[in-house]
């Protein structure tokens, strides 16, 4: 056998030995039988899903030290409503691990013995498993899960004179919106209450971190609401109540609004864009600062990890991985510190609502000291990954580009953004491939066949060197 073979061998281990966690189905399974006794007489899960899945890969003379962590949603039917939602954490090691890992785990990190009690260790898979919402991490989330406990973190004395204390309320649910595991949760509280017999109800969201990251991104938020009130076409967020130290949270009111994906189309898409691009521009010329920098060799560095763990799980791949590893190198742009400015960090539609004719902004937990180009490409790049036909999407990538150009002092090159669109859809292949949907390898190779014409998109999205959007729009659409 010749090195590069015992190499590849090597590096294959842990791609291996994870396998069976990317299955759905089969680790829901698993999990409902190994922890039945936990779900408090519930019937078998109807579907499990992967929500969020994070690979620790080190080098091959340390690969059993890597390490994967894996989300799982369960549905489970229960007895008392319609449907329940149960949350698993897993994290996956090599070798044996997991023990020397639950040994160091705290005995005040463990809620006591019996079924049911969490966390636990799993040796047959060699993990360790927690169960929303308990997290390795944010131990005080239970604080803010349960209605009872949560009660006297809200930001009372904020809220709207209407909206009695906490022993005035006839009903407080809550819902997860968001969970990342061992960083941050979002979640939905509704608060109910009658007057003189007429029933009444305010949503609230909180979002706890594991650290002090919260109160540095509340300051944030509650600088671009009072932009948004000293200049309403500016940028639209929801409104910051408080941020509560003892539990991490930030406290918002509810942002009313419609996922902009599901409402842009032909129609709308100029104006609702051009929106976009206002609130984005007026994001990066804040002049606010963030304990984060981002550098064109941090992307860099990142792009050759993701490249090599893709070409480890998928080595059909490995040629075109490479050839774009060395695109990305040979032309990466030199970019000063000085050209830095604060940036969103995760722009895309995901993170937008449609207010009416206003485009709203949320999630501002990404924002970190980078080129602004990113969050143009990184926008472009998530529009192939929307039901949107491909004229459409060419008009909506050169709207895009054209109204931030019109909005901003500085250029945005085309090489430039075609180098951060390569690196986006990096980004989207790496993802795409550890969610484990059906067809992903084919989904792998279609987005690494975008990214290598990356150069032909940048072109297509600077429409407005040859006539305007508008004007581009309606010629191909005749």
Known sequence: MTMISQNNEIANVPIAAFARFTDAKAMGDLLWQRLAAGFDGQDRPTACAIVYVRYKHLKAQSQLKSSLSVCYRLDVPSRREDRHEALFYVKAYLGGRSQNEWEKLADSSRTGPGPGTFPIHVPELDAIVWRFPHDPVLTHLPEVIDAERVRPHLPWELLPNSVPGPGGLTDLTNRVA???????????????????????????????????????????????????????????????????????????????????????????????????????????????????????????????????????????LTAPLQALLRRLETDAPSVASADHTLIHGDFQFGNLLAQDDRVAFFDFDDCVQGDPTRDVANFIVYLHFYDFSPTLLDAMGSTFLTSYQRVVEWEVPAERLAWHLRVQFLNKAYRAYFQQAAGTEQEVQRILDLASNATRLASKCALSGVGTPTAAWRRSSW
């Open 178 to 316: 968001h969970y990342l595991p061992e960083k941050s949760c979002t979640t939905r509280y509704d608060l109910r209450w009658q007057t003189a017999g007429t029933p009444h109800e305010l949503t609230l969201y909180g979002k706890t971190f594991k650290g002090e990251e919260g109160k540095e991104i509340y300051e944030r938020v509650m600088h671009f609401w009072h932009t948004s009130r000293q200049d309403p076409g500016s940028i639209t967020v929801a409104q910051p109540l408080a941020y509560t130290e003892t539990v991490k949270t930030i406290w918002q009111q509810a942002l009313v609004g419609v996922p902009l994906a599901r409402v842009i189309d032909e129609t709308n898409f100029e104006h609702y864009l051009a929106s976009a691009a206002t609130g984005l521009a007026t994001l990066h010329k804040s002049r606010l600062a963030s304990s984060r920098t981002v550098t064109i060799d941090d992307h860099l560095v990142e792009s050759r990890k993701k490249s090599l763990k893709l070409g480890q799980a998928i080595p059909l």
